[in-house]
């Protein structure tokens, strides 16, 4: 199966390990991703801020050259996929407003294709079966939580992916990973991800208080699908916690370490708490 | 002793604005004032007033009070409000008109940094095409002039650095994306306004 390929600014920067492990886990999975050529930023968090016809106008672009490749979009982060599904969600309801958009772009818009997030390709498209027989080294042993944050699951008419209120897409991932997924309540809080440079105070009270929590619920480790709510985990734990650091895992890299890959201490190098300790002692690295 | 409560007197309302918002967001006078969406909200706490107030604010017509709050721009657009209020209000949307109303006026309350890197954030897609962390962040100090503090400036070179140690923050980048084929959409875009 083929996707047209949208990696995010992030994957070239902030979240490089995670677009290395995505595109390993594809590639054993049969995922053929095949970059969109000329993709520019979807806006993110602060284009429908500052002009809502520029938030629809940026990745409405994107799709229109998605369109050009006659396949369905796939995007790794939660909020490109949100963009670009709010996009195609808006558009499709208001036509006056669909054709202001391709006036902006210069191109037309068929809307005939679909934006999913990696996590719903591997869930709906790939199928838990089919990644139970790639696994070569389950994740016996290792306890964790699983964290979806805010824009995978809201607003759930545009996004379509699962239960907003407690998704299990990627606890099933999981579990057929061989992991223990422990039921929590903060699943989709949110981390503050779009304050994260203004306001700096506010994200470490959200994500620290996430983090604090994962540990009280007796999990060894965070696993979440996007680069800005890692990021915010794993470097502002709680300060003046009793309990030890929580690592905090991409989703795919612990599905490549299931699948046998190698490459999982290169990647946590990239990380701030040091996953090898907790991994070295399930004899998982 | 107990005190009696201040009763504040509301002046006339601006009725125009009730109307100008509540066209542009879903439902908006549908709200029965349950404060559901305040109960779930990560950020109330540092709100100056909570999502149902300004809701029942913007209702009266209380245009300056409203544009000046701090919430429209702590407001994370994380949805959790919207995706639970029983009314389906598009409360991030009017967050949204809100924020967008407050610009136009030149109204900024207490809080003008946010604003500062949501414009910074856009800017870098216009000139680049794509945002790099970097040179996004050398932008945002820029427009706020943060760094001219000093805790702040060691407590940003501190974060920074250490992002950078462990490359989730790279050297800012001169490439260029597709930026002539987005300079005409933001051209089109803004004549549009």
Same mark, same amino acid.
């Given at each position: 199966?083929?996707?047209?390929?949208?990696?995010?600014?992030?994957?070239?920067?902030?979240?490089?390990?995670? *677009?290395?492990?995505?595109?390993?886990?594809?590639?054993?999975?049969?995922? *053929?991703?095949? *970059?969109?050529?000329?993709?520019?930023?979807?806006?993110?968090?602060?284009?429908?801020?500052?002009?809502?016809?520029?938030?629809?106008?940026?990745?409405?672009?994107?799709?229109?050259?998605?369109?050009?490749?006659?396949?369905?979009?796939?995007?790794?982060?939660?909020?490109?996929?949100?963009?670009?599904?709010?996009?195609?969600?808006?558009?499709?309801?208001?036509?006056?407003?669909?054709?202001?958009?391709?006036?902006?772009?210069?191109?037309?818009?068929?809307?005939?294709?679909?934006?999913?997030?990696?996590?719903?390709?591997?869930?709906?498209?790939?199928?838990?079966?089919?990644?139970?027989?790639?696994?070569?080294?389950?994740? *016996?042993?290792?306890?964790?939580?699983?964290?979806?944050?805010?824009?995978?699951?809201?607003?759930?008419?545009?996004?379509?992916?699962?239960?907003?209120?407690?998704?299990?897409?990627?606890?099933?991932?999981?579990?057929?990973?061989?992991?223990?997924?422990?039921?929590?309540?903060?699943?989709?809080?949110?981390?503050?991800?779009?304050?994260?440079?203004?306001?700096?105070?506010?994200?470490?009270?959200?994500?620290?208080?996430?983090?604090?929590?994962?540990?009280?619920?007796?999990?060894?480790?965070?696993?979440?699908?996007?680069?800005?709510?890692?990021?915010?985990?794993?470097?502002?734990?709680?300060?003046?916690?009793?309990?030890?650091?929580?690592?905090?895992?991409?989703?795919?890299?612990?599905?490549?370490?299931?699948?046998?890959?190698?490459?999982?201490?290169?990647?946590?190098?990239?990380?701030?708490?040091?996953?090898?300790?907790?991994?070295?002692?399930?004899?998982?690295? | 002793?107990?005190?009696?409560?201040?009763?504040?007197?509301?002046?006339?309302?601006?009725?125009?604005?009730?109307?100008?918002?509540?066209?542009?967001?879903?439902?908006?006078?549908?709200?029965?004032?349950?404060?559901?969406?305040?109960?779930?909200?990560?950020?109330?706490?540092?709100?100056?007033?909570?999502?149902?107030?300004?809701?029942?604010?913007?209702?009266?017509?209380?245009?300056?009070?409203?544009?000046?709050?701090?919430?429209?721009?702590?407001?994370?657009?994380?949805?959790?409000?919207?995706?639970?209020?029983?009314?389906?209000?598009?409360?991030?949307?009017?967050?949204?008109?809100?924020?967008?109303?407050?610009?136009?006026?030149?109204?900024?309350?207490?809080?003008?940094?946010?604003?500062?890197?949501?414009?910074?954030?856009?800017?870098?897609?216009?000139?680049?095409?794509?945002?790099?962390?970097?040179?996004?962040?050398?932008?945002?100090?820029?427009?706020?002039?943060?760094?001219?503090?000093?805790?702040?400036?060691?407590?940003?070179?501190?974060?920074?650095?250490?992002?950078?140690?462990?490359?989730?923050?790279?050297?800012?980048?001169?490439?260029?994306?597709?930026?002539?084929?987005?300079?005409?959409?933001?051209?089109?875009?803004?004549?549009?306004?």
């Amino acid at each position: 199966m083929k996707f047209a390929y949208y990696p995010g600014c992030t994957a070239k920067s902030t979240s490089v390990e995670y *677009e290395e492990s995505v595109r390993e886990i594809s590639k054993i999975l049969g995922i *053929e991703l095949e *970059e969109i050529p000329g993709w520019t930023c979807c806006g993110a968090s602060s284009g429908h801020v500052i002009n809502r016809e520029l938030a629809l106008a940026l990745p409405g672009r994107n799709l229109a050259l998605a369109e050009k490749m006659s396949l369905d979009m796939v995007a790794p982060c939660p909020a490109c996929s949100l963009r670009h599904k709010t996009a195609e969600y808006e558009l499709k309801n208001d036509a006056a407003l669909k054709s202001r958009i391709e006036d902006d772009i210069g191109m037309k818009l068929e809307l005939s294709r679909k934006t999913k997030h990696i996590l719903e390709v591997l869930y709906h498209d790939v199928g838990i079966d089919a990644i139970k027989e790639k696994v070569r080294k389950p994740l *016996e042993g290792l306890k964790v939580v699983t964290y979806y944050g805010c824009y995978l699951v809201r607003p759930p008419e545009v996004t379509a992916f699962d239960d907003p209120e407690n998704p299990t897409i990627m606890d099933e991932i999981m579990k057929s990973l061989g992991a223990e997924v422990i039921d929590w309540s903060y699943k989709v809080e949110c981390c503050g991800g779009s304050l994260s440079i203004a306001v700096p105070e506010i994200v470490e009270k959200l994500s620290g208080r996430i983090v604090h929590e994962a540990a009280e619920a007796g999990a060894d480790a965070i696993v979440t699908a996007c680069g800005i709510c890692q990021l915010n985990l794993d470097m502002r734990q709680p300060r003046n916690s009793d309990s030890s650091p929580v690592p905090v895992f991409y989703f795919s890299e612990l599905t490549a370490l299931a699948f046998g890959s190698s490459n999982l201490r290169k990647w946590s190098a990239k990380h701030f708490v040091d996953p090898s300790d907790l991994l070295e002692k399930l004899q998982l690295l | 002793m107990s005190q009696s409560p201040t009763i504040e007197k509301i002046s006339l309302s601006d009725s125009a604005f009730s109307r100008k918002i509540a066209e542009q967001v879903r439902n908006l006078n549908r709200c029965y004032q349950c404060s559901m969406c305040s109960d779930g909200c990560p950020v109330a706490y540092v709100m100056d007033y909570y999502p149902n107030q300004l809701i029942h604010m913007v209702r009266l017509g209380l245009k300056e009070r409203v544009l000046q709050s701090t919430t429209i721009w702590l407001c994370a657009s994380c949805e959790t409000c919207a995706t639970r209020c029983p009314n389906e209000i598009d409360i991030v949307r009017l967050m949204d008109v809100l924020r967008v109303e407050s610009l136009e006026e030149g109204i900024e309350g207490d809080i003008s940094k946010i604003s500062s890197f949501h414009r910074a954030f856009v800017e870098q897609i216009r000139k680049k095409g794509r945002v790099d962390e970097a040179s996004l962040m050398i932008s945002y100090e820029l427009k706020t002039g943060e760094f001219l503090s000093f805790s702040k400036l060691r407590e940003l070179a501190g974060l920074a650095l250490q992002m950078f140690i462990k490359g989730k923050i790279k050297l800012p980048s001169l490439k260029r994306h597709s930026t002539r084929a987005l300079k005409k959409v933001f051209r089109k875009v803004y004549s549009h306004v």
